[in-house]
RNA sequence: GGUCCCAUCGUCUAGUGGCCUAGGACGCGGCCCUCUCAAGGCUGCAACACGGGUUCAAAUCCCGUUGGGAUCACCA
């Protein structure tokens, strides 16, 4: 049997990491067994439905790679792929069931969700008067106007039993279950109803899913029963934590896949990152593209646990993404930064030689290029530096032999700069500190400066460096 | 509250009874390299929640305690 997985988010809004998890993990377990993995739009609550949430999802897999099947856009043979389109398949598998004994029809109102002392609510268990009536009688009121709703049957005593392939063997007493919501009075499935019909009409042989849904997995596992059908394959996963306490929601404003891509973190390292949140392959191996998880990726690997989202290692791994790129690459990621920052005509090739190795995102070249445009204000105190030897009166001779070597210099590149600076501190018999330390300092105004005195001179160029030069000489005097 | 689940350095984790005086990575500290800062190399600090068992031997198995999470909607 072919291995066919599906995401089906609930366009609700941002796409968060959890969730971006979670779809991972479904491409991966498809992709590793030459399955197919299906895209499907979960929208049967329409209160709750986000103008634009579906493109963002679209946008999010598409920018990471992670290309589905078959799904709202891409025609395959288990359509419709939006489940508010196959609104009358589930009414009609909803009547099957009761026919079936899965369920019965319900007229009772609709039951409040007081959430006003949800710590320490005691919840009664809802026993559902209608489960007595005669299916003859219900019809009845049916065929009359009155609302009801498809509300699953629960006959069944002692213990459910399945197998989970993250937390093994799972028994939960039927007496626990209860009997929701199967069929909305609207005519809309609930995702209780929705998700057991949809996997398996679309043939899902592997259902991954976060943990809250194991205490309700019973009951869907009591649907596939009614019906005659196979249950799939359980992988349920554990939650993405903000911290201890927290698991990490839109709703609190935590970081999103468009918030991290809009602070300049790669989508391939954040795919790197989320993939080993809860997972690892076994070795020390950390940086994974998405074909090389297509090949190491088990399930069986998983943790059970919950993970904390960390910034700061994503941050390291994003760094380690930057460094992996080729320079032209790097350049032109670069490119909108600069655009920001800098209106003055820079070497901007040499900037980006310079930065690659030096920042973590990309939203880090604003304030690693400050000094660019502008030379920042500072006091001669600057020059002061043991280890280099260098302070202002120092300074003042260093800058003054500086001016006058480079004003002859023709050569303009690094390496030429950096030998004529050498030369000339050997022949004034100073340390090469002692003349690209105060050199430095004189160009950026800045302690510390991606790049050292010749390389921000290349990337100022030569008539900037030297009046750079001159006008810090003037403040020395 | 009932039920279910979880529990190794601050964080992500390796570990499936002996290879563990618990390994790797991030972060943090130090050193080296070095035209400052990065990068790179080396190195240090740092954990089996607790208590009982089982066993020749337990981070690993069992029980309990504690702590955390999930769930109990016409949300998914």
Redesign the pocket.
């Known amino acids: 049997m072919k291995t066919r997985t599906r995401f089906?988010?609930?366009p609700?809004g941002y796409m968060h990491i959890g969730n971006l998890r979670t779809a991972l993990y479904e491409y991966l377990i498809a992709k590793a067994n030459n399955g197919d993995f299906i895209l499907r739009i979960?929208d049967?609550?329409q209160?709750?439905y986000v103008e634009g949430a579906t493109e963002i999802i679209y946008a999010t897999l598409k920018r990471v790679g992670m290309n589905w099947d078959e799904g709202p856009d891409i025609c395959g043979n288990y359509g419709p792929y939006v489940q508010s389109e196959r609104k009358p398949i589930y009414a009609e598998y909803a009547h099957k069931l009761v026919e079936l004994g899965g369920a019965h029809y319900?007229f009772?109102?609709?039951?409040e969700?007081d959430?006003a002392d949800?710590e320490?609510?005691?919840?009664t268990?809802?026993q559902d008067p209608c489960k007595h009536l005669s299916l003859e009688e219900a019809k009845a009121r049916i065929a009359n106007g009155e609302?009801y709703?498809v509300r699953q049957t629960i006959n069944k005593t002692g213990k459910s039993k399945f197998h989970d392939v993250v937390?093994?063997?799972?028994?939960?007493?039927y007496d626990?279950l209860?009997e929701?919501?199967l069929l909305?009075?609207?005519g809309?499935?609930?995702?209780?109803f929705?998700?057991v019909v949809d996997d398996h009409l679309m043939a899902i042989t592997h259902v991954v899913r976060?943990?809250?849904?194991?205490?309700?997995t019973p009951k869907y596992n009591l649907i596939y029963e009614s019906f005659g059908w196979t249950p799939p394959i359980y992988v349920h996963v554990?939650?993405v934590?903000k911290d201890?306490?927290?698991?990490l929601s839109k709703r609190n404003g935590d970081a999103s896949f468009q918030d991290l891509v809009a602070k300049g973190y790669l989508p391939e390292a954040i795919l790197n990152y989320i993939a080993?949140?809860?997972?690892?392959p076994?070795t020390?191996q950390?940086i994974f593209s998405l074909s090389e998880l297509k090949q190491t990726f088990t399930a069986?690997?998983l943790?059970?646990?919950?993970?904390?989202?960390?910034i700061?290692?994503l941050?390291?791994?994003n760094?380690?993404y930057i460094?992996a790129l080729p320079f032209d690459e790097f350049h032109k990621l670069a490119q909108p930064f600069y655009a920001q920052t800098l209106t003055r005509s820079v070497n901007e090739e040499e900037l980006s030689r310079?930065l690659q190795?030096?920042?973590?995102v990309l939203n880090d070249i604003p304030a690693q290029i400050d000094f660019v445009e502008n030379v920042l204000d500072f006091s001669p105190e600057l020059y002061n530096?043991k280890?280099?030897k260098s302070d202002a009166e120092v300074a003042k001779q260093a800058l003054s032999y500086a001016i006058e070597a480079l004003e002859k210099q023709t050569n303009w590149s690094?390496e030429a700069l950096?030998e004529t600076?050498k030369t000339l501190a050997q022949d004034k018999g100073l340390k090469?500190?002692q003349i690209?330390?105060p050199?430095?300092i004189a160009l950026s105004g800045?302690?510390?400066?991606?790049?050292?005195?010749?390389?921000i001179a290349v990337i100022l160029g030569k008539d900037e460096t030297l009046r750079r030069l001159k006008e810090a000489l003037a403040k020395l005097n």
């Open positions: 089906a988010p609930s609700t979960e049967t609550d209160k709750r319900c009772c109102a609709q039951q969700n959430d949800e320490n609510a005691v919840p268990k809802f609302k709703v937390y093994g063997d799972i028994e939960i007493d626990d209860d929701g919501v909305k009075s609207d809309f499935p609930t995702y209780n929705a998700n976060g943990n809250e849904y194991i205490s309700s554990p939650q934590m201890a306490q927290h698991k080993l949140l809860g997972w690892n076994g020390d950390e069986e690997r943790n059970k646990s919950p993970a904390i989202f960390d700061a290692k941050t390291w791994m760094g380690c460094r310079v190795s030096r920042i973590e530096n280890k280099m690094n950096f600076l090469n500190g690209l330390y050199v430095r800045k302690e510390t400066t991606p790049g050292g005195a010749t390389e």
